[in-house]
């Protein structure tokens, strides 16, 4: 019985590390107790004494993973969404961070254009229009954001 309580607590503390290293979401939590060889109860438990501390929280992870990205590697609104999709964030939440953050996928646009214009400032007018269209598009980017941005 002493054993196991201490393996619990060793994996508390690791567990602990983990998830405060940075916010993280719920499935990669799950994935780490999978890395881990974790048995399902244990886990459980261990997620829900995480919430209880306000350390797992799917919610507080896409709002900082979205102000991360806005501040320092922009993405489109579809990258984003398909970032957090593959960290078990849905849909419906991004979209509502989104709101309440304020996203503006049109400035960022024009940031990651003004980053990289020196790939087309020898560029005649029409093929800077062009290149710079499917650069974002190749980011994510809506036309009618690439039209707001290149026009």
Same mark, same amino acid.
């Given at each position: 019985?002493?054993?196991? +309580?201490?393996?619990? +607590?060793?994996?508390?503390?690791?567990c602990?590390?983990?998830?405060?290293?940075?916010?993280?979401?719920e499935?990669?939590?799950?994935?780490?107790?999978e890395?881990?060889n974790?048995?399902?109860?244990?886990a /459980?438990?261990?997620k829900?004494?995480l919430? +209880?501390f306000?350390?797992?929280?799917?919610?507080?992870?896409?709002?900082?993973?979205?102000? /991360?990205?806005?501040?320092?590697?922009?993405r489109?609104?579809r990258?984003?969404?398909?970032?957090?999709s593959?960290?078990?964030?849905?849909?419906?939440?991004?979209e509502?961070?989104l709101?309440?953050l304020?996203?503006?996928?049109?400035?960022?646009?024009?940031?990651?254009?003004?980053?990289?214009f020196?790939?087309?400032?020898?560029?005649?007018?029409? +093929?800077?229009?062009?290149?710079?269209?499917?650069?974002l598009?190749? /980011?994510?980017?809506?036309?009618?954001v690439?039209k707001?941005?290149?026009?």
């Amino acid at each position: 019985m002493k054993k196991i +309580d201490n393996q619990l +607590d060793v994996l508390w503390e690791k567990c602990v590390k983990f998830a405060t290293l940075r916010p993280r979401s719920e499935k990669e939590l799950d994935y780490w107790f999978e890395k881990k060889n974790v048995e399902k109860v244990s886990a /459980q438990s261990l997620k829900q004494k995480l919430r +209880d501390f306000g350390l797992l929280d799917d919610r507080e992870f896409c709002e900082w993973w979205i102000t /991360q990205r806005m501040e320092f590697r922009p993405r489109s609104r579809r990258a984003l969404i398909h970032e957090l999709s593959q960290k078990g964030i849905k849909r419906e939440l991004v979209e509502e961070v989104l709101k309440t953050l304020g996203f503006d996928e049109v400035s960022l646009a024009k940031r990651i254009i003004e980053k990289n214009f020196y790939r087309w400032e020898r560029l005649s007018e029409r +093929d800077r229009k062009r290149k710079i269209g499917e650069f974002l598009n190749r /980011q994510g980017y809506s036309w009618e954001v690439i039209k707001k941005v290149s026009g």
